[in-house]
Structures are given as structure tokens and as C-alpha cells.
């Protein structure tokens, strides 16, 4: 009798930053998790990740044959963008909106108090190669005038000829009516075969030409680049790897497809910092918070997401850098404040600390080949903060180096400070950039921080955010484990996301229930299609509807949930009575009963619920305070102070430990501060909070 063979039971979660790459195993027969880090590599990111995941497999003993699958989150692509590698990239529009990129929105960053200084960025694509086709449809999607072919014939002969790889195709109300597009596409296809395109009508079936066309075109963009990133990876991970699934996560938020991501519009994506906030409200439930911010702090920046009711707010309102992408993400706030950002001086002679990080390469200079600029992580070093060696004793840090980089900068400042006196004031700074990133995300919303947990992870963010945490009086600070991996495990505990659009307008009084019934069973087909076509079983399959509504005459919506079951008068009602309900919530003030509304997009998500890996229970053990590990000097409050030193691996259930004390574990480090204490709960979460609310007694 034949055996039967051994089924593939590893997910690896990989997540790749600007300076580490983490890397998470869960065994899914044993539950057993494996978390590590190496190195990224800038030049050729897929060199990175295979490494950590070979080295993951080497830690386990498995080989690729116990590999079910990949998941993997980058920000190549966005990288590129944020940098201006921007070439090769074509806009085709109808005739009469050629300067659809150069009028753009009548809105200056940072209010019109700004607007003698601010500079109209550079379009996405220069006017030179937006080409203009004929044809016209109305706002219902009826013909106008048809699509003149040799138009667009024409236009895909010019890309040709000028190299331009990828374009964009944003025709007028093609929201209404894909008919045009579609007839782009196909002519595209004999004029001009090797041509990358990107369909509005695909991408962001939306009203609002300004934001479709820049979205399609951020879709365009994004291709070629993923194109070339996946190849690289599977080149470099071999054939051992090639018929395991791979699914990768691109940008600044959203959800999550497989690598077909290359070929889909980029409402399919999911970055690490996303998939750190989604794993940081797994945490925050086994910790017993649902409010909180989280802060994800590497080498070379720090993300933020508000998280309430244990959900993280979603955006579809945000940008990629200067370029507004209408698809729904999560709302994280990126600050250039990580372990590798670099402190110097401006014109005027004030110490700043970022956003220039040293990255991975050459990193900061306590490491091997370091760079020649002091960063926060040679303060904390210099501080005592921080161990002799990173990431298990892998990277071995020269303090003394790094004390004379700082001791250079302090001659070049005011006051005979000292090295001391300058680390501690760089981490204040850091420390503040993060605080007023958090203050913006909440009392300039109208919330008070002081209900909200803050929830640390990334390397670098143990050691510095109960600091943050007193800065703004927030209940608790919660350092999960393997905090330097949380990104890497969110990967593997985010569910499957599908999101589609349709615009229609529809007065209140005029709202025609069987066209609603009709596009909404429309989206759901679309939607349960995408995921069965990804590999979700369709018992797996949840559908949820929203829409954006506004009152007659505004020009802004809100988007509320739709209630689910039959689409009668019901459901208009509790409709109308959410969306009222929300404007309230947001603005402060609504006008039920006064103003009718209107309807203007109509939404589905499609989620593939996955099996999500279970954090288990420490085992109890004996004794309530473990053995120290060490014992350091560690600066606080203007001195040095004989601080111990723990290993986590070694702290018990219930354990409590006063500040100040230092908890170090592979791949991060906590620092409990003086006037702090520490407890750990049952699955090894590190709670930290103020002494005095410990000592009321404060959960």
C-alpha cells in the first residue's frame, strides 16, 4: 500500500522594510510559530526575502515541499512612485480633457494660507504624452458620439513609437457606460500588443474624472514594476518554489489578492504597515483593548492607524505621495521616525532628527560598516536602551563609535552638552515627532487620546513608545510578542478583500429600488467571482454592502453600511437613517428630517475568510519574578542607573515588573520607564502603564 504524501503545512508571512526583512512560519498541524530577520537588500529586494525565508525553513528543519504558501508585503512599487521613477507611462482621454492633470483640484495642502509657497507638484504624465480620442457619452452612459477608432489607432501608434510602455485610459462617464474603454482596449491589442493598459472602467468605476484618471494611471504605473519584482522573487526562490501559492501585497493599504495583483487593478492591495495594523487588533482583543493607535516603528519610519471598536478606520480618500488614489485603505499616517533616521543640523542651527534614515545599507554607525551619521539607534545605544547586539546577537553594535559620532554633533551645538545629554535629547525629539503624529490622528478629530491604548511593535518601537504613552497620558502601552515581526504575522491573519464600485445618482425621491437590487446583485456576482477565482471556496465567502450618500447639493459623501436582505423601502429607510446617523458622527450635525439626500455610489466588499494562527497561552510556571538576566547602566531622568535587564522568553504569566527596566527578546527591545509598570498576560502580551494606575488597580 502507497502512502499517502505529506501535505504542505507551512505559511510563511514576509514582510520587507528599508532596513530588516521579517520573516513568520505557522505549522498549521501543530500551531507551532517561528518568527526571524535578516537584512533587506535594497538594490534587489527578492534577495532578502528569499533569505529569510530559507533561513525560516533551515530554523524548522522543513524544506520548500512544506511550503503552502507565501504571503508576502512590499512597497516596491509605491517606493518607485514616492521617488519620482516615474518614465514611460501614457494617458489616453477624451477629446476636449487633455488638460485633465494640469487643472487637477482647487485645493492647496495645508489650507490656501500656503499657497505663495506651495508648488504644484509634477504631473504624473507630462502633457506631452496625454493623447485625446474621439467619442462622447453622457453621465447615464448613453452614446453621444462614437468612439472614433483611428483616433485610437493613432494614439497606440505614437506610444510605440516614443517607448511608452504603460498607459492609462480615462474616457468621460465611463463609469456609466465601459463600452468605449472596452473598445480601447481591443484596438490596443492589434496596434500595439506589448503596451501594459489600465482601464478606468476596471480600476475605479467612479465619478470624479480627476481621481479615476489618477488612480488608473497610479494602477499603470504600479504593473510593470510588480511585473518585474515578481519575476526576481520567483527566479530567486527556484523551482522548489514555483507551484506554491504566492500571494503578494502591494501599497499603502486595502486588501489582499494573489500575485495576479499584476494584472488587476490595485484595489487588490495590502502593504505591510496594513497588515501590521490588522495583526495589532488581533493583539488588542486578546489584550482586552478595542480602542487604540498603533505604531509601527522600523528603520526608517514609523506608521500610525486609529483603531476603534477593534477595527482600524478604512480610507478611500487617500494618496500615494502628491497622487490621490481613490481606493479603499487603511488609514495609516507615515512619519519619517525609525531606528535609522539620522539627527543633524539645519541652516539654522536646530538639531532635527529625520526623515533621512541610514537604512540598511550602511545602517547606523554602530554597525559593522555603519554609516557616518549619528541616528536613534546610536542614542539608544549610547543610552544603555538597547543591547551590545541585534537580532539575537546577529549584529554586534560598537558603542563606541557610535559615542563619537554623537560627541562630534554635540561640539557643533550650543551649551557644552553632553553625549548624554544630546542621545536623550534626540530620542525627545523622536519621541515628540511621534506624539504629535498621534495628536493629529485624534484630537484634531475631535477624540481624546487618553481612552486609546497605544500598541508598539516594529523593531524599533518597544524602547521609546511608553515614553510616547506618558507624553500624551494614554491608559496603557502594549508591546505584543515578537513585536519586530507583527507586520510578517499580520500577513497570515488578514482576511481575503475584494472591493467594488458603481456610480449611480439617484435623488431620494427618485431612487429606483429594482436598478439598486439590480447593480448590487451586480457587484456581489463580481465579487464572489474574483474570490472563487483566487481560490477561496465559496462556503468561505462573505458579502457586505455600503454606500456613499450626501445631501442634495453637497459634493462630498459619506459612506455608510447598507443593510443586507431584500432591497425594498426598508432598506431605503434604514439606509437613509444610517447615513444620517454617520454625518452626525463625523461633522457633528446632520439635517434629518430638513434636507433630502442623494445616492451616488453603490459598494460591495468580498471577503475570503481565512484560518487565522492562534497566539496560544504561556505555560504557567512557577515563581512570580523570573531571574534577571543582567544587570545594565541605563540613563533616565538626567543619570545613569543600575537598570535590570530580563529576558521575555523567561517571563511568567501575571508576572509584574516596576520601571525602570529593560526587556530584550530576538529582533526588539522594551524599556519600562521609571514611574511605569509592566505586567504580562496570559499569551505573553507586555502591558506597560503609569505606577499609579497599577496601583488603583486600573485593567
Known amino acids: ?66 511550503v503552502a504558501g507565501l504571503a508576502h508585503g512590499t512597497t516596491v512599487a509605491t517606493n518607485a512612485l514616492l521617488q519620482g521613477q516615474i518614465s514611460a507611462l501614457g494617458l489616453i482621454v477624451t477629446s476636449g480633457f487633455r488638460y485633465i492633470l494640469e487643472i487637477a483640484r482647487q485645493s492647496v495642502p495645508e489650507g490656501y494660507g500656503n499657497s505663495y509657497f506651495w508648488v504644484k507638484p509634477e504631473r504624473i504624465v507630462p502633457l506631452q504624452y496625454v493623447r485625446e480620442v474621439g467619442g462622447r457619452l453622457n453621465f447615464r452612459g448613453e452614446e453621444l458620439r462614437e468612439l472614433d477608432e483611428a483616433s485610437v489607432r493613432e494614439a497606440a501608434q505614437f506610444f510605440r513609437r516614443q517607448g511608452i510602455r504603460a498607459v492609462g485610459v480615462c474616457l468621460i462617464h465611463s463609469y456609466a457606460n465601459p463600452a468605449h474603454e472596452r473598445r480601447v482596449a481591443a484596438i490596443f491589442a492589434e496596434e500595439y500588443p506589448d503596451c501594459t493598459l489600465s482601464l478606468s472602467c476596471a480600476v475605479l468605476p467612479e465619478y470624479r474624472e480627476y481621481e479615476r484618471a489618477v488612480t488608473t494611471l497610479v494602477d499603470a504605473f504600479v504593473k510593470p514594476y510588480m511585473v518585474r519584482y515578481l519575476d526576481r522573487v520567483h527566479d530567486e526562490l527556484g523551482s522548489d518554489f514555483k507551484e506554491r501559492p504566492f500571494l503578494v501585497m502591494q501599497s499603502s493599504g486595502g486588501v489582499a489578492s494573489t500575485d495576479q495583483v499584476v494584472r488587476k487593478p490595485i484595489t ?19 489584550a482586552g483593548f478595542s480602542d487604540l493607535v498603533t505604531l509601527d516603528a522600523g528603520g526608517t519610519s514609523t506608521d500610525l492607524c486609529l483603531i476603534e471598536d477593534g477595527k482600524p478606520h478604512i480610507t478611500n480618500g487617500g494618496a500615494v505621495g502628491a497622487f490621490p488614489v481613490r481606493i479603499p485603505m487603511i488609514d495609516i499616517k507615515t512619519i519619517g521616525t525609525g531606528g535609522g533616521s539620522i539627527a543633524w543640523l539645519s541652516r539654522e542651527g536646530h538639531l532635527k532628527v529625520g526623515p533621512r534614515s541610514a537604512g540598511a545599507d550602511p545602517g547606523p554607525m554602530c554597525y559593522p560598516n555603519g554609516g557616518a551619521e549619528p ?25 563606541g563609535r557610535s559615542r563619537a559620532g554623537l560627541a562630534a554633533l554635540a561640539q557643533r551645538l550650543p551649551g557644552n552638552m553632553t553625549v548624554e545629554q544630546l542621545a536623550h535629547g534626540i530620542i525627545e525629539i523622536a519621541n515628540w515627532s511621534q506624539a504629535n503624529a498621534i495628536r493629529q490622528m485624534t484630537i484634531q478629530r475631535g477624540i481624546d487620546p487618553r481612552g486609546f491604548a497605544l500598541l508598539s511593535f516594529g523593531g524599533a518601537g518597544p524602547a521609546q513608545s511608553p515614553a510616547v504613552m506618558d507624553l500624551l497620558g494614554m491608559k496603557a502601552c502594549i508591546v505584543p510578542p515578537n513585536p519586530g515581526n507583527l507586520s510578517a504575522f499580520g500577513l497570515l491573519a488578514v482576511d481575503w478583500r475584494t472591493d467594488h464600485i458603481v456610480t449611480k445618482v439617484m435623488h431620494q425621491d427618485t431612487i429606483d429600488l429594482a436598478a439598486v437590487a439590480a447593480l448590487y446583485a451586480g457587484l456581489e456576482q463580481e465579487a464572489v467571482a474574483t474570490l472563487e477565482r483566487d481560490g477561496i471556496e465559496p462556503a468561505h465567502i462573505r458579502i457586505a454592502r455600503e454606500a456613499d450618500i450626501r445631501y442634495a447639493g453637497q459634493s462630498m459623501e459619506v459612506r455608510v453600511a ?15 437613517r444610517a447615513f444620517h446617523a454617520a454625518h452626525l458622527r463625523t461633522f457633528g450635525y446632520n439635517y434629518e428630517g430638513r434636507q433630502k439626500v442623494e445616492l451616488i455610489n453603490l459598494c460591495v466588499s468580498g471577503f475570503g475568510l481565512i484560518e487565522r494562527p492562534e497566539i496560544p497561552k504561556l505555560a504557567t510556571r512557577a515563581g512570580a519574578v523570573p531571574a534577571r538576566k543582567s544587570v545594565r547602566a541605563v540613563y533616565f531622568d538626567g543619570a545613569f542607573r543600575d537598570t535590570p535587564v530580563y529576558d521575555r522568553a523567561v517571563l511568567p504569566p501575571g508576572c509584574r515588573l516596576p520601571g525602570p527596566a529593560v526587556v530584550e527578546e530576538f529582533g526588539s527591545t522594551t524599556v519600562v520607564f521609571p514611574g511605569q509598570e509592566l505586567t504580562v498576560d496570559a499569551h505573553g502580551i507586555l502591558v506597560i502603564r503609569p505606577a499609579h494606575e497599577t496601583a488603583r488597580g486600573v485593567a
Open 375 to 399: 541616528t536613534i539607534t546610536d542614542a539608544n545605544l549610547v543610552l544603555g536602551r538597547i543591547p551590545p547586539a541585534l537580532i539575537g546577537g546577529g549584529i554586534a553594535l560598537d558603542a
Open 268 to 286: 487588490t492591495a495590502l502593504s505591510g504597515p496594513a497588515a501590521g495594523a490588522l495583526g495589532s487588533a488581533v493583539i488588542a482583543e486578546l
Open 1 to 66: 500500500m502507497v502512502s499517502a504524501l505529506p501535505q504542505p503545512r507551512l505559511r510563511i508571512g514576509i514582510d520587507t522594510g528599508g532596513t530588516f526583512t521579517d520573516i513568520v512560519s505557522v505549522d498549521s498541524s501543530s500551531g507551532a510559530m517561528r518568527v526571524t530577520k535578516v537584512a533587506s537588500t535594497p538594490s534587489n529586494p527578492a534577495v532578502g526575502l528569499v533569505r529569510g525565508v530559507r533561513a525560516i525553513l533551515a530554523e524548522a528543519g522543513s524544506s520548500p515541499a512544506d
Open 562 to 576: 447598507a443593510p443586507a436582505g431584500t432591497i425594498d423601502q426598508s432598506f431605503l429607510t434604514g439606509l437613509i
